[in-house]
C-alpha cells in the first residue's frame, strides 16, 4: 500500500509535470498567435476611405461648389455615388471622385455625401457639411471701398526666382482701408508664387505701410484682400479686383 | 541458480566490507577478497562447485559467459553495474582463476583497445612498436576518498598529465569541449537525415537561392510576383524549421547524455592501461587517453547512447574504427590541442600496419604533404634494401607491396578529433550550410520587403503638414513604412513627378514625399491647380523595385496644397 507521503509527493510531481506540459503548450500557442498576428499586420491592405473637400467652382456662380474626393486605398475599379440634403450634384453616379454641386434656391446649407462602390459592393461613404458664401454674394452685389496699393520698396528682377533667393518688398495702402484688410504678395518665376511662405498674409502697419521678405521673381504683385480671402498658394493669373480682392499693383521687377 | 558459489562470495564480500571487516571495497578489492573467501571461508561444496566450473575449458567459458551476460547485469555496487571485464581482469591472477586458460586473455587486457597512443621508446626514431595499445575502463569509484579519480596500469606518468585529459573528456561530455563539438557539427556535421531527405533540403536550399536570384535580378515576375515570393517565404521557411529542429533536436539530445555521462565519469574512476612499463614524460597521450576515456563511459552502459543520434554515431564509428586512429598531442583540459615532437610518432605510424588514420595537433609537420614524404623516405629504404636482397643471378624481383596510406587529421582542440574520428565532418553539409547561411542572410535583409509583399501595409492617409515655400508641394503620410510608398503626380499644367517617401526630421518632421513643382512650357491647362496625386505602394526584394507599382491613393493637388491651412 502506498503511503499517504509518497501518494502526495506523486500527486504533486504529476501536477508539476502537467504544469510543464500546459506552460509549454501555452508558449507554443503564443508563439503560434504572435507569428500569426505578426503576418496578419494591422488592417486591410486595401481598405478604402475618403475624404470631401469643398471650393468655389470657377466663374460667378458663388451657389455652385466643386466637391472632390480624397482616396486612401486601391482607387482602381471605384465608382461614386453622390448625394445632398436639397441641392444637386452632377453628376450624381461618376468614376472620378468628383462632382459639382449647386445649392437648392433659399438654402444656405446642406450635405453633401458620397458613396465608394467597387463593383456592386459599398466600401466606403464621407460627407462634408457646406454653407453658402453669403459675404461673396453680397460682395458681387455691391461696390467695393475706394482703396489703392502701392509697391515702393521693389525687388530685383531675376526672372529665375525660386526658393533660394530672398529680396525685400514693401508699400503703402491708400483710400477707406480698415484695420481688417490684409497685404498679400506674389512673385512671378514660371507661375505666381504667394510670398515669403504658403498661406502667408501680411498685415497693415501703422502709416499705412506694409512690408515683407520675398523670393525673386520677374515681377512682384501686392493684393489688398479682405479677410476670409482664400489666397492660392501658386497661380497662373492674378485674381482681377472684386470681391475679396479690393486693390491690385504689379510691377516688374527693379533692373540694375 | 547457477554458480551460486559466486554470489555466496560476492554477499560475503560485500557485507564483509559493510561491517568493516574488509578494507577494500566489494569491487576494488574483489581479487583479494576472493584469495580471502577462497582460502578460508568457501565451504567444502563450494569450493568443489569452483573445481567443476574449472574443469574444462568449456565449463570455464560457461562462467565467463554467466558472469558477463548474467551477474554482471543483477549485481550492483554504489548504484552501479560491475564491470564484468575489470572483475575477469582481477580474478584472473588469483586462484585458481590464474590457471583457468579461459581466463588467459583478460590477464593483460581489459578487452577491446582504443585509440592508439604513440609513446617513443628512449632513442627511438620512430619504431612500429612505439604505436602502443591503449585500454580504458570506469569503474565505480572505491569509497575512499583518497581513491586517484584516473589510475594508470602498466605505465608511469605525471598525475597533472592524466587529471588534464580526463578532464578534458568530462568537458566534451558536459562543457565548453562539448559547446565546441556541437558547434563544429553545427557548422559541417553529417545530419541525421536519410539520404533522399538530406538531397531533398539541400536542393531546396537551391531552390531558394534560384528564386531569390530571379527576384533580384531575373526578369520582372509581373503578375505572378506574389506567388514567388510566398513560394520562396514558405520554402524558406520550412527549409530554416526543419534545419534549426533537426539541428537543436540533436543538439539537445546530445547535451542531455553528456551530462549524464559526465556525471557518471564524474562519479567514476577511470583506469588506463598502456603495456611496456614505460614513464611517460610530457603530456602528448593526452589526446588519445581523453578519447579512450569517452569510449570507457559510452562501453560502461552502451544501450543509452541510443538516446543521442550524434553520440551513438560518434561512438558506434570510434568503436569500429579505433583499431586502424592513432592519435598524439597534448590536451588541455578545456580541450585544446597543443603541439608536440611528430616525425618520429608519424615515422613509426607508418611502419604500424594496422594504422590507416592518425590525429594530431595543428601544425606544420602534420601536414599531408610531410606524411607523404615520411612514407617516400620509408618506402626508398624499404625498397632500396629489398631491391638490394632479392638480385638473385642478375635477375631483378618487383614488389607490388606498398607501405600503408596514412591520413592525417590535423586538430586544434579535442572537438575536431571527435568529428574526424566519429566521421561526422561532411563537405557537402558544409555546401548546404554556407548556401543555407547566404540564402537566410538575404531573405533576412529582405524580410521587410516580403512582408511589403505578402501583406502589404494599409494605404496612407494624406496628412499635415503642406509645404511652407510655395515653390514645393509635399505630401506628408500617416505611415510607418515610408519605404512602401512612392507619390506620383500627374498634371497638365506641372511638370508629372515620381517622388519617393521618407522620413523628415527638424521643424516639420513628417513621413512625406517632396516634389518641386515646375510649370510645362505648353501646358494644356490654365488651371494651377490641375493635378491629381496618386499613393502607389511599392513591391521590391532588397535593391530591385519591381514595376508597375499598385495605386492605393488618390489626391487633387488642391487639397493638399491646402491640408493644414483650411
Known amino acids: 500500500m502506498t503511503s499517504p507521503v509518497t501518494s502526495s509527493s506523486t500527486i504533486s510531481a504529476k501536477h508539476r509535470t502537467l504544469k510543464r506540459r500546459r506552460l509549454a503548450a501555452l508558449a507554443m500557442l503564443a508563439a503560434c498567435a504572435g507569428g500569426a498576428a505578426a503576418v496578419a499586420g494591422c488592417g486591410d491592405p486595401n481598405a478604402v476611405r475618403v475624404a470631401l473637400q469643398a471650393s468655389p467652382a470657377a466663374g460667378r456662380d458663388v451657389r455652385r461648389l466643386d466637391i472632390s474626393g480624397q482616396i486612401v486605398g486601391p482607387p482602381a475599379g471605384l465608382h461614386y455615388k453622390w448625394f445632398s440634403v436639397s441641392g444637386e450634384c452632377d453628376p450624381q453616379e461618376s468614376t472620378l471622385p468628383a462632382t459639382s454641386f449647386r445649392f437648392a434656391e433659399g438654402a444656405t446649407r446642406d450635405r453633401v455625401s458620397v458613396e465608394v462602390w467597387r463593383d456592386d459592393r459599398r466600401v466606403a461613404q464621407s460627407e462634408i457639411d457646406v454653407r453658402l458664401d453669403e459675404q461673396r454674394a453680397r460682395m458681387m452685389t455691391q461696390p467695393g471701398p475706394d482703396v489703392r496699393i502701392e509697391i515702393t520698396q521693389i525687388p530685383p528682377y531675376e526672372p529665375e526666382g525660386g526658393d533660394f533667393t530672398r529680396a525685400e518688398i514693401g508699400g503703402t495702402v491708400n483710400g477707406d482701408v480698415s484695420p481688417d484688410y490684409q497685404v498679400v504678395i506674389y512673385a512671378r518665376a514660371d507661375a505666381w508664387y504667394i510670398q515669403p511662405n504658403s498661406h502667408a498674409f501680411h498685415a497693415i502697419r501703422q502709416g499705412k505701410t506694409w512690408g515683407s521678405w520675398t523670393h525673386t521673381g520677374s515681377s512682384y504683385a501686392a493684393l489688398l484682400v479682405r479677410p476670409g480671402f482664400d489666397a492660392y498658394t501658386r497661380l497662373d493669373v492674378l485674381p482681377q479686383v472684386g470681391e475679396y480682392v479690393l486693390a491690385r499693383s504689379v510691377v516688374e521687377g527693379a533692373r540694375r | ?566
Not at chain 2, 225 to 231: E, W
Not at chain 2, 308 to 323: I, K, Q, T, V, Y
Request: hydrophobic share 50%; aromatic share 10%; proline share 5%.
Open chain 2, 1 to 566: 541458480m547457477r554458480f551460486v558459489w559466486f554470489w555466496t562470495f560476492w554477499h560475503w564480500s560485500r557485507e564483509g566490507f559493510r561491517a568493516g571487516s574488509l578494507l577494500r571495497g566489494p569491487l576494488h578489492g574483489i581479487a583479494g577478497h576472493w584469495d580471502e573467501w577462497y582460502r578460508h571461508e568457501a565451504s567444502p561444496e563450494d569450493r568443489r562447485a569452483v573445481e567443476d566450473a574449472g574443469r574444462s575449458k568449456a565449463a570455464q567459458r560457461a562462467f565467463v559467459g554467466w558472469l558477463a551476460r548474467h551477474w554482471a547485469r543483477e549485481a550492483e555496487w554504489r548504484g552501479s553495474r560491475p564491470p564484468a571485464r575489470f572483475v575477469l581482469g582481477q580474478l584472473a591472477h588469483v586462484a585458481p582463476f590464474d590457471r583457468w586458460p579461459a581466463l588467459e586473455k583478460y590477464r593483460a587486457s581489459y578487452g577491446p583497445a582504443g585509440v592508439w597512443a604513440i609513446v617513443l621508446a628512449e632513442g627511438s626514431a620512430g619504431e612500429s612498436a612505439d604505436v602502443r595499445r591503449v585500454e580504458a575502463l570506469v569503474v565505480p569509484a572505491d569509497a575512499d576518498a583518497a581513491a586517484p579519480a584516473v589510475v594508470a596500469e602498466g605505465f608511469e606518468a605525471d598525475d597533472a598529465a592524466l587529471d588534464a585529459a580526463r578532464r578534458a573528456a568530462l568537458g566534451m561530455l558536459g562543457g565548453t569541449g562539448l559547446l565546441a563539438f556541437l558547434a563544429l557539427w553545427v557548422a559541417g556535421g553529417r545530419r541525421p537525415y536519410p539520404r533522399w531527405l538530406g538531397a531533398l533540403l539541400a536542393l531546396g536550399w537551391a531552390a531558394a537561392a534560384a528564386l531569390a536570384g530571379w527576384l533580384l535580378v531575373g526578369p520582372d515576375p509581373g503578375e505572378r510576383l506574389l506567388p514567388l515570393v510566398a513560394a520562396l517565404a514558405a520554402l524558406w521557411a520550412a527549409l530554416v524549421m526543419t534545419a534549426t529542429g533537426a539541428a537543436a533536436a540533436v543538439v539537445g539530445g546530445a547535451w542531455r547524455l553528456g551530462a549524464r555521462w559526465r556525471r557518471r565519469l564524474e562519479a567514476d574512476q577511470l583506469r588506463l592501461r598502456m603495456s611496456g612499463g614505460l614513464r611517460l614524460i610530457g603530456g602528448s597521450a593526452g589526446v588519445p587517453f581523453s578519447l579512450n576515456a569517452l569510449l570507457a563511459v559510452y562501453r560502461a552502459n552502451p544501450a543509452a547512447a541510443s538516446a543521442s543520434w550524434l553520440w551513438e554515431r560518434f561512438f558506434r564509428r570510434m568503436r569500429a574504427g579505433a583499431p586502424g586512429w592513432a592519435a598524439t598531442g597534448s590536451v588541455a583540459a578545456d580541450g585544446r590541442i597543443s603541439p608536440v615532437v611528430l616525425e618520429s610518432k608519424l615515422r613509426a605510424c607508418l611502419r604500424h600496419e594496422d594504422i590507416s588514420d592518425v590525429l594530431t595537433p595543428w601544425q606544420r609537420g602534420a601536414r599531408g604533404r610531410v606524411i607523404r614524404q615520411l612514407a617516400d623516405g620509408l618506402k626508398e629504404t624499404h625498397g632500396g634494401r629489398t631491391a638490394a636482397a632479392l638480385r638473385v643471378g642478375g635477375a631483378r624481383l618487383g614488389f607490388a607491396a606498398e607501405l600503408p596510406r596514412l591520413r592525417g587529421h590535423r586538430c586544434r582542440h579535442l572537438a575536431q578529433a571527435m568529428m574526424s574520428i566519429g566521421g561526422l565532418t561532411s563537405v557537402p553539409q558544409v555546401a548546404v550550410n554556407v548556401l543555407a547561411l547566404a540564402v537566410s542572410a538575404v531573405m533576412l535583409a529582405a524580410l521587410p520587403d516580403l512582408r511589403g509583399i505578402l501583406r502589404p501595409p494599409p494605404a496612407p492617409a494624406a496628412v499635415a503638414p503642406s509645404s511652407p515655400s510655395p515653390y514645393h508641394l509635399w505630401v506628408s503620410l500617416d505611415t510607418k513604412h515610408p519605404e512602401d510608398f512612392e507619390v506620383l503626380l500627374e498634371s497638365r499644367f506641372w511638370s508629372n513627378r515620381r517622388a519617393t517617401v521618407a522620413a523628415y526630421g527638424g521643424d516639420n518632421a513628417s513621413v512625406r514625399a517632396e516634389l518641386r513643382l515646375n510649370r510645362l512650357d505648353f501646358q494644356t491647362v490654365s488651371d494651377e491647380e490641375d493635378g491629381t496625386v496618386w499613393i502607389e505602394r511599392r513591391r521590391r526584394f532588397l535593391t530591385r523595385a519591381f514595376a508597375p507599382g499598385e495605386r492605393v491613393g488618390r489626391y487633387t493637388l488642391s487639397y493638399l496644397t491646402r491640408l493644414g491651412h483650411d
